[in-house]
Every structure is written in C-alpha cells, then in structure tokens.
C-alpha cells in the first residue's frame, strides 16, 4: 500500500461541525477532534495538499434560528462566526501534531486568522500546510457546502471529500429505512432530481458546471480518509455522466 501513490495530489475536505461533537452532539469533543487531526497528518505525510471548510452546526446553525424568527441574515453571520471556532479547534488539534496549518476567514478579523486570499492559501498548499476556510462563503444564505464547493474551485482541488456518518448515498436514510440502498455512483443530476442529501442544490450545480468529483465517505470509521486519497472505492462517487444506478 505504501509503495502506491496517491490518487488526488491536493483535496478538499468537507466536514460537518456535527463530526466535531461526537457523541455529546453538540460543542467539541478534544477526542475526536484528535482523531481527525491525526487522519489528516497521514494524508499530508503522503505528500498530499490537503484544505478544509468546517460547518458550525454543533454551535449554531443559522437556518434553524431563522426557522425560528431570528433574521436569517444575522443568523447566517453567526452560523459563520461558529465555523470560526470549530477551524481554531482543528488548527490547534493539528499543530499539536506538528502539522502546519492556517486558518483564512471570509470575514476579516486579523486577530484569530488570516484574511481568504487565493494566491495566499495555493501558496500555503505548495508548501505543505494544511489550509482551513474559515466563516463560509462570507456571505449569508449561502452554506458551508456551498463554500466548499467555491473554495474547491478557487484552489484548483481534484475532489471535495466530504465526510459524513454513513458510508455514502443511500436512497433513503439507512438508520430509519431498512430497506434503503447504497449507490456507488451517481451523477450531479441524480442527487439533484432526487433531492439526495449529498450536498445542497447550489454546491452540487457548482460541482456540476466544473466537474468536480464529490465523494462521500464514513468519516467515523478510522483510516477512511486516507483509503479515499488513495483511491480505494469507498462511499459514494458523484462525478459527470456515468450509467444510472
């Protein structure tokens, strides 16, 4: 397995800020944060160029709270401030492993992080650092998965892997529907017509206009992240047009 060589040469990694909470499902758990900052370093000691953009959902979520009578701007520019605090977690948990990493915000506060520059975060990449984006797309009504999608593009990555707790796509939720099944692969227009719970409509159709492969993996299960770097078939592909499932 060592002496193969990496599929993807620099990545980007979705994950939730519910991944952050573990069991407790909400906050952050040191433990698990721990664990996914050591999957990263193996990722990055395979000389792969590793970014990441991290939801705030296990300290605010912005739709909920506008759901709830809060304008959805404000909530949205808090749901972002929450994914702030999730990327200092992680770049603390990964320094502490001796991985370099920095921290770019799409909302300036030059105090805790790095303004989002482009040319500054390929940069960064080049060298080895693991980059996290930080506060979305610095925008309200706009996603996490949105950003991802964006960032992705802007960076030049092969893949967006994004890191869930099942093991892929299923046509209904697995947990709740016995019956649900599996699909290896599917295309940008499946999970659109079928409102598939990949990623949301306007991070897939970006995805979709620049032919961005997602896949989508079991982050809870050790090692997974680096099986997905080099290349085994796990999860769930979302590519162009393949044969429908």
């Known amino acids: 397995m060592d002496e193969e060589k990496p599929k993807f040469s620099r990545i980007l990694l979705k994950l939730s800020g519910e991944a952050l909470a573990g069991q407790q499902g909400y906050g952050i758990d040191p433990e698990v944060i721990a664990d996914i900052a050591s999957e990263i ?3 990055v000691a395979l000389g792969v160029q590793v970014a990441l953009v991290i939801g705030g959902g296990n300290i605010f979520r912005g739709v909920a709270a506008a759901s709830k009578g809060m304008d959805r701007a404000s909530a949205d520019y808090m749901g972002m401030l929450a994914t702030v605090m999730n990327s200092l977690a992680l770049q603390d948990a990964l320094e502490k ?4 990493t920095r921290v770019q915000s799409a909302i300036e506060m030059q105090e805790v992080a790095e303004p989002y520059i482009r040319r500054r975060a390929v940069r960064h990449l080049e060298k080895g650092r693991v980059v996290i984006f930080a506060a979305g797309t610095g925008n ?4 996490t998965d ?8 802007e960076i030049g990555a092969e893949v967006i892997l994004k890191a869930t707790k099942v093991d892929g796509v299923y046509s209904a939720d697995p947990v709740k529907d016995k019956t649900a099944v599996k699909y290896p692969t599917l295309t940008y227009l499946d999970v659109l017509k079928k409102g598939l719970q990949v990623m949301d409509a306007t991070a897939t159709s970006l995805c979709m206009d620049n032919d961005l492969p997602i896949v989508v993996f079991n982050l809870t299960q050790r090692g997974n992240i680096k099986k997905v770097v080099m290349g085994e078939q796990i999860g769930t592909l979302v590519k162009g047009d393949v044969a429908h499932v």
């Open 146 to 153: 949105t950003a991802a999608s964006l960032r992705a593009m």
């Open 41 to 43: 370093k193996e990722v």
């Open 97 to 100: 492993i001796s991985v370099v």
């Open 140 to 143: 309200p009504f706009f996603t």
